[in-house]
C-alpha cells in the first residue's frame, strides 16, 4: 500500500520525514482513513499557500533585524512567509542572532532564497540570502556527552575579524547558529544518518542550486585533532582546543578553509587570506598564548594546552600562516589581482620569503623560550645583590643569602633547558 499513498500526503508532510512515516503506516494498518489524512493534507497545503498581507510595522522589523543586515529585504521571497520552503525543521535550538526555538526553512527559487527562522507567530524572524552567504560550518560541540554539532552559517563581512566596508554597511551582520542534536534509541529511523549529514546535504544543494560555490564545512582529523582525548568519549578524536580571548572561554577550530572561534559571542572566522601572520606568546610549562596577527589587528587567544602545540604549529606550516608575505599571495589571489613583483635579484618575493622561511629551523615556540631564556639571563647578570642594601645598612649575611638564591634559580633552569624539556621555570 506503500505505493498507493496520496500525493497530498508527501507534499503536506515533506518537512517532517518522521510524521509522513506514521501517516503512511496508518494508512496501510487502516486504508479506510486514507479520505481523511487527504483531507487533512489538502487543508494544509492551502494554508501553506495562501497569501498573506503583513503588516507594515511587522515588515520593519524584518528590515532592522539581522535578516535586512544579511541582505534580506521586506519585499523578497526570503521575507514572505507564504513563500513555502524546499525543507522546513520545526522545532531548532538557534543561539544566534536569537536564543530560541524557531522553524528553521531552507528556501529554494527561481527569485531568491536563503535561510530563515520562522517564529510561533509564523512570521519570519530573520535569515540571509544564499547569495549573501560567506561559509557554512558543522562543528561538534564540545564536551557534551550527548552528540550535538553548531551550523555556523557566516554571511559576507560577518566574520567578526574584518571591518564592513564602509559603503556597504555601518555594522557588521551577524551570524545565524543553531543545534542540531544527534537522534537516539526509538528516535532514530531505520536506514536514516540520525547525524547531521542529511541537513548539511540539504543546505550544500541548495548553494549548489544558487551557484555560490560554496559547501558545508566539516572539521576533518587530516587538518587537525586534538591530541588531548575527550574523557566521555574515548577512542573519537576532538577537533577542538579550549582557550580564552580576554576573559571569555571558547574553542578554536582549525579547518581546511581556516580557523573558528566560537561558540560565544563575538564569533570569528579567520579565513586564510585574513592572516598576516601567527605567532606564539607567554609561554609556560603547561599553556600558551597564539595571536593571530591580521592587517588591522592582533587577536590573543590564551590559555591553550601545551599537548595542542605540535597540532597547531603543524597546521601554520602546512599553511604557511607564519609567513606575512604568504598572506599578501593568499589575499592576491582571492582577490584575482597581479601576484606580488620580483625582486631585484630576478626571483619572486613571495616565493624567496617562504623559501627563507623553510631553512628556518627554529619555531616560534622555541624561538618564545630562547628569548625568555636570554632575558631572564641578562635581568640576573644586571642584577647586583648588595645595591640594593648598602645605603640601608644591610648586613653581609643578608646579600649573601639572596646571591645563593640567584645562582640556585639560575643553575636550575641550565639544567633543565639541558635536558630539552623546552618548558620554562615558574617562578
Given at each position: ?422 618548558e620554562e621555570m615558574e617562578e
Open positions: 500500500m506503500a505505493g498507493a499513498h496520496p500525493q497530498e500526503i508527501d507534499s503536506a508532510f515533506s518537512g517532517n520525514h518522521e510524521l509522513r512515516k506514521r501517516v503512511h503506516a496508518a494508512i496501510d494498518q487502516n486504508p479506510t482513513q486514507t479520505t481523511l489524512f487527504r483531507d487533512i493534507s489538502t487543508y494544509i497545503l492551502n494554508q501553506t499557500s495562501q497569501v498573506t498581507t503583513e503588516p507594515a510595522s511587522k515588515k520593519r522589523k524584518l528590515e532592522e533585524s539581522n535578516g535586512g543586515k544579511n541582505g534580506s529585504t521586506g519585499g523578497d521571497s526570503l521575507s514572505d512567509s507564504a513563500i513555502k520552503a524546499w525543507r522546513s525543521y520545526p522545532g531548532v535550538s538557534f543561539s544566534l542572532p536569537q536564543r530560541k526555538k524557531f522553524t528553521l526553512d531552507l528556501v529554494l527559487n527561481k527569485k531568491e532564497g536563503g535561510i530563515r527562522g520562522i517564529g510561533a507567530d509564523g512570521k519570519v524572524e530573520f535569515g540571509i540570502a544564499w547569495k549573501h552567504v560567506d561559509q557554512v560550518f558543522c562543528i561538534p560541540v564540545p564536551e557534551k556527552a550527548k552528540r550535538q554539532h553548531n551550523f555556523v552559517v557566516l554571511p559576507l563581512h560577518g566574520d567578526g575579524v574584518n571591518p564592513v566596508p564602509e559603503h556597504l554597511a555601518t555594522s557588521p551582520p551577524e551570524p545565524i547558529v543553531w543545534t542540531f542534536e544527534e537522534l537516539t534509541g526509538k528516535n532514530i529511523v531505520e536506514g536514516e544518518d540520525p547525524g547531521p549529514g542529511p541537513m548539511a546535504e540539504a543546505i550544500h544543494h541548495c548553494l549548489i542550486q544558487a551557484g555560490t560555490g560554496k559547501d558545508v564545512v566539516f572539521p576533518d582529523a587530516n587538518d587537525f585533532k586534538s591530541a588531548i582525548q575527550q574523557s566521555h568519549r574515548k577512542g573519537e578524536p576532538a577537533f577542538h582546543v579550549k582557550g580564552h580571548r580576554g576573559s571569555k572561554e571558547g574553542y578554536l577550530f582549525f579547518t581546511r578553509v581556516g580557523i573558528v572561534w566560537g561558540f560565544k559571542k563575538p564569533l570569528a572566522f579567520f579565513d586564510f587570506s585574513s592572516i598576516n601572520s601567527v605567532s606564539y606568546t607567554a609561554v609556560l610549562r603547561n599553556t600558551f598564548n597564539l595571536v593571530i596577527t591580521t592587517p588591522t589587528q592582533e587577536i590573543e587567544f590564551g590559555m591553550i594546552d601545551q599537548a595542542d602545540y605540535a597540532g597547531i604549529n603543524d597546521y601554520v606550516q602546512v599553511h604557511g600562516l607564519q609567513d606575512a608575505s604568504m598572506a599578501a599571495a593568499r589575499r592576491a589571489k582571492k582577490l584575482n589581482v597581479n601576484p606580488p613583483v620580483e625582486t631585484e635579484n630576478g626571483t619572486n618575493g613571495t616565493a624567496a620569503a617562504a623559501a627563507a622561511g623553510e631553512e628556518e629551523e627554529e619555531s616560534e615556540l622555541q624561538k618564545a623560550e630562547r628569548l625568555l631564556q636570554e632575558e631572564e639571563e641578562e635581568d640576573e647578570e644586571d642584577y647586583d645583590p648588595g645595591s640594593e642594601g648598602e645605603s640601608e645598612g644591610s648586613g653581609t649575611d643578608d646579600d649573601s643569602e639572596d646571591e645563593e638564591d640567584g645562582e640556585g634559580y639560575e643553575e636550575g633552569e641550565t639544567e633543565q633547558y639541558d635536558e630539552g624539556q623546552g
